[in-house]
Nanobody, 123 residues
Framework: QVQLVESGGGLVQAGGSLRLSCAAS????????IGWFRQAPGKEREFVAA????????LYGNPVKGRFTISRDNVRNTVYLQMNSLKPEDTAVYYC????????????????WGRGTQVTVSS
């Protein structure tokens, strides 16, 4: 099975940018669809973005459309989430998830998850 590790989180001021990475080990990432989700304190986990295994199709949650970009480098076994124009409401733990057969904005469709990386946006 694939193991996922997120990195790149941190503290940033509103309007700033961060790039998150989701690195895979154990299996070739190109065999998996990848999703990014986030969870803020006291809130349910929320869909952020997803990318098809070949990288040609992407999907975004409404709150991040036009500001976030998901991409993948299957040679480096890594998926990225470029986050621009960050807002305080983007503050959350960000998780990447993988699934070999389902490309979805529903967290229940993903079989493998990383432990998350904290993103904090100050106003």
């Amino acid at each position: 099975q694939v193991q996922l590790v997120e990195s790149g989180g941190g503290l940033v001021q509103a309007g700033g940018s961060l790039r998150l990475s989701c690195a895979a080990s154990g299996r070739t990432l190109s065999r998996y669809h990848i999703g990014w989700f986030r969870q803020a304190p006291g809130k349910e986990r929320e869909f952020v973005a997803a990318i098809f295994m070949n990288g040609l199709t992407t999907l975004y949650g409404n709150p991040v459309k036009g500001r976030f970009t998901i991409s993948r480098d299957n040679v480096r076994n890594t998926v990225y989430l470029q986050m621009n124009s960050l807002k305080p409401e983007d503050t959350a733990v960000y998780y990447c998830a993988a699934d070999p057969s389902t490309w979805s904005d529903h967290e229940n469709e993903y079989d493998y998850w990383g432990r998350g990386t904290q993103v904090t946006v100050s106003s």
